[in-house]
């Protein structure tokens, strides 16, 4: 079954505004990921958080985890037009040593209106 | 441009038919999974391979294979296709250390009528 949920299903805001969308899972995790989707694209890796880390930045994007309450958000701040697509999170299954079954959610659907 | 290839970017065909889809995986990554994204599913993994041995099976039916070459790129199989098959099909490819962050093609997409 699936690990990663987002929410909200879809968000609209406005050019310059800033974008929250939020990742539940159920089980342990070693990481959690964040991909980008551009409309029938291929998924592009936008930041990884282990799972001892609390907080992590990489330019516009801010992503939390909250292991006790299995839960992740991502933030980019200033959003763009360019920033419209759908945004995933990933969990790994523990205990593999060579690659990961990853568990990818159903998306959040961000656009943002110039 | 993710570095991982997957040919073809289209395919059309009939109930009933099969059909290969094929993935080259970045320069060096071992390991090569495959996914299905169609609009009621999401993202589903399909299967992984490394370094041309199955390593993890997911929500992959029976009338689906893969297999991944000695030279590390990657096919994956559907038989007796159904109209329920027509998806995304995306292919990605990862390094063989943590934390396994993964690449991915920019799929083919599969329509059966």
């Known amino acids: 079954s699936q690990q990663g949920e987002e929410d909200p299903q879809a968000l609209s805001i406005q050019e310059g505004e800033n974008a929250t969308m939020n990742c539940s899972y159920k089980t342990s995790i070693n990481n959690l990921q964040w991909y980008r989707q551009n409309s029938g694209r291929g998924l592009v890796h936008l930041i990884l958080?282990?799972?001892?880390?609390r907080e992590k930045h990489s330019g516009r994007l801010r992503v939390t985890l909250d292991t006790s309450k299995k839960s992740s958000s991502l933030l980019i701040t200033a959003s763009r037009a360019a920033d419209t697509a759908s945004y995933f999170c990933a969990t790994d299954a523990p205990g593999r040593r060579t690659g990961n079954q990853f568990y990818f959610g159903t998306g959040t659907s961000l656009t943002v209106i110039p | 441009d993710s570095g991982v290839t997957q040919t073809p970017k289209h395919l059309i065909t009939a109930t009933g038919q099969r059909v290969t889809l094929r993935c080259s995986p970045r320069?060096?990554?071992?390991?090569v999974y495959w996914y299905q994204q169609s609009l009621d599913q999401g993202l589903q993994f399909l299967i992984q391979y490394y370094n041309g041995e199955e390593r993890a099976k997911g929500n992959i039916l029976e009338r689906f294979s893969a297999q991944q070459f000695p030279d590390l790129h990657s096919e994956l199989n559907l038989s007796s296709l159904e109209l329920g098959d027509s998806a995304l099909y995306f292919c990605?490819?990862?390094?063989?250390?943590?934390?396994?962050?993964?690449?991915f093609g920019p799929g083919t997409r599969l329509t059966v009528t």
């Open positions: 320069s060096g990554d071992l390991s």
């Open positions: 958080i282990r799972s001892n880390e």
């Open positions: 990605a490819s990862s390094p063989h250390r943590p934390p396994y962050e993964q690449y």
